[in-house]
């Protein structure tokens, strides 16, 4: 079945889906939030309106493979298959499949692009077509937003603050079940599992 992305928050991913050439950027569904990098080891923006992570995460593994954001316990509870890795400028990311029907499916990028966590996504909300905050599991800041509005077509995107220099973008694409008609909860449940495979 032939997938796109759709764009989530126009962070500048230029590997999503809208992501523009130049500035922050998203994760897999949007562009990811573009990097000024100074020579501290970040440079949060100077409103810093973005919640702190409470208690960074161990992100060794998932910033080489995204499949590693949820272990087997975590797919098999989801209803997800092995994950199919690939790479995209905005860092690597993940294709999940749903086992009994693979036209509904996850792809999760952690966005190594940039350098400043879910700040970036913050930075760049005016450009989504819708934009929420909420929190995965153990208080782990997260937000809906993407730049396009494709929820009533089973696509919702999720960012996930795994520490204050780095977010994870969970873009759901669901075409069947109940997925399809609520794709944020799925996103959520994601988040939350990713959580827990992290140690949160």
């Not at 990097?35 to 970040?42: D, H, I, V």
């Not at 499916?105 to 930075?123: C, F, P, R």
């Amino acid at each position: 079945m032939n997938r796109r992305l759709i764009a989530v928050p126009a962070l500048a991913f230029a590997v999503l889906a809208l992501a523009g050439c130049a500035g922050k950027t998203r994760g897999t569904a949007n562009p990811a939030p573009s990097t000024a990098e100074s020579g501290s080891e970040t440079s949060r923006s100077t409103a810093d309106t973005a919640p702190h992570v409470p208690r960074p995460l161990n992100t060794a593994s998932i910033t080489s493979d995204a499949c590693a954001t949820i272990d087997a316990s975590a797919r098999s509870s989801l209803g997800l298959g092995e994950g199919r890795p690939r790479s995209t400028g905005n860092g690597p990311s993940c294709t999940f499949q749903e086992s009994a029907d693979p036209g509904n499916q996850i792809d999760v990028t952690t966005v190594t692009a940039n350098k400043n966590g879910l700040q970036d996504v913050y930075d760049t909300k005016a450009n989504d077509a819708y934009w929420g905050e909420s929190q995965a599991y153990g208080g782990y800041p997260s937000v809906f937003a993407a730049a396009v509005d494709d929820r009533k077509n089973g696509k919702c995107g999720l960012f996930v603050g795994v520490t204050d220099q780095l977010a994870v973008n969970v873009l759901v694409q669901y075409d069947n079940g109940a997925g399809a008609s609520d794709p944020c909860s799925v996103a959520q449940k994601f988040g939350d599992a990713m959580i827990h495979t992290l140690g949160g």
